[in-house]
């Protein structure tokens, strides 16, 4: 579907554990379901009705999008405009732009590992979602990782759909005790050794997609890392979101050509 | 202080919202400026491209540059810095890839330009020459860009440098070479002299203002040339000061003014400090339609201000009253 511009209206603001929100919106009913097609890793930019001192929206993946028009992203607080939105009353405005970018792919053969960090959980959540949707919650299992139990949010879902899930905690408050990227490199090893297909699909703080890069590429699966970068506008023009690629050209753009990227394909140190 | 010129409100029908630009008419005087509004396929999406007056490409030298390390762009307060560095596709692509969309769009095609050195500038203003028939209407040389090396800083801000590769490049096209001023120059009118004299139909400013950002956190620049470029509302008040000294000064040079336009009122101050045509450039980021909008508001202001076309209000600005003067005296109370 291409991106289009439109109103949202807050319909719902939940605090959940660990500082993050929950905030569902309703289009603009002039405007249709703009995002109801969404895959997976798409995204969209959000800019509130908060004057020009914040200049640019903000870019946020889209965590669920349904027919009727509603929508909702996961926000954590970490700068002014994220503390903005987490302010947001039912009834508060937003302008969207989207769906942008290009998500992830529905499982096929391969068993998707999910590998989630923090706030890096929405396009593996809705991944799982549509699996679990289209009958297949067997061919994903989740790996979610945080710094404590309250920093894993939205799990019941998760459960409640069959999803398999890992978790993993630095402080062992709940699940593994160490980086979710121990546990996936426990699976990954099990898989190698039974002949198992799986992939990798990712979304975190980047020294967690960094190891799991690693990883992928030891264990030659594939590998798909949801990358984040400043951006301005979102769909190609400010060219801020360049990615250090490997390739006939040394960029690509997060906003346009992302934000999945396949791992051989980022030329990270 | 002055007060409020008396006006009596018009329809916004009989606005006349033409203007014309070194000889260009335009149906109202809103583009879009370089580097904020790529090769404009992207834009299509989202508005009608052709009900703009006209609009700037991303900056083209004659081969294609891969642009700056990252990170390349930071949120400063109503503005931002960017350091892309001129990435661009080149003449020759741009010719064959992009220019066949612009020329199907019903708007004056600017085409920004730039070389790594002078003979660079004029080898890429040969070469788009041969867009001269295929729907560039207008060669606009950036001689201010800050994010790149080489010297390039010389052409933005010494009146002689400027003055002799403008009329290098003038030579070397058919094409009318409007020519974007750097705000980052000591005296901006002797520039637009210059280059005016030098064979520029008109100037363009102003491109970003050298800035810079610190992360305390990670104690490193936020983009990571160290210096970027500020653009957005951030700007406008220097940017309006300098259209004013142009026009002040050397009222026959035409002016397309521009930095941190978003709303009609920024664009009527534009044309009143002395600008005939505008451009919008941040603002597209964050609504790519925003210059139809301000085109609205524009129309809707003048109409209220009762301000019927736009030739009545370019470089308008007179002088508050002066005081009555003053001597010393016993205290009166």
Redesign the interface.
Known sequence: M????FGAQLVDNQALSGGYFTLRFACDPACGAPLSGIEPGQFI?V?GEWG??????RAFSVLDAQPDGSFSILIKIYGRGTAALSALRPGGLV?V?GPLGRGFSAPAGATQLLVAGGVGLPPLHLQAKRATEAGRAGGVEMFYGGRDADDLVLTEALEDWGVKVTYATEDGSRGHRGFVTVALQERLRAAKASGEAVEVLACGPTPMLRAVRTMGLAHEVRTLLCLE?????G??????????VRGP???KYCCSDGPVFDAREVRWS | MSAPVRTTPISPDAVDLTTTFAGLSLPHPMMTASG???YGQ??A??MDVSQLAGLSTKGISPAPR??N???????T????I?S?GL?NVGAEAFLAEKLPYLADLDVSVWVNFFGEDADAYVRCAEMLSAGAERGIDVLEMNISCPNIKKGGIEFGTVPEVAHRLTKRCVEATSLPIVVKLTPNAADVPAMAQAVHEAGAVGVSLINTITAMGIDVRTRKPRVATMYGGLS??AVKPVALRMVHQIHTKHPDIPICGMGGI?SGEDALEFLMAGASCLQVG?A??????AGLRIRDELRALMAELGISNIPEIVGCIGRHDPEPPYAPEESWT
């Open positions: 291409p991106p289009s511009q930019m800019r020009r001192e914040m200049l640019n929206p302008t732009t970068e400043e951006m301005a506008c769909f190609g023009v400010c060219l801020g979101c360049a990615v250090p050209k040394p960029y | 904020c509004f790529a992207q834009f999406h989202f891969m642009g390390p990252l990170p390349r762009i930071c949120e307060a109503s503005g931002m960017n892309i990435e957005g509302p978003v941040t597209n980021f964050s609504e790519p339609p």
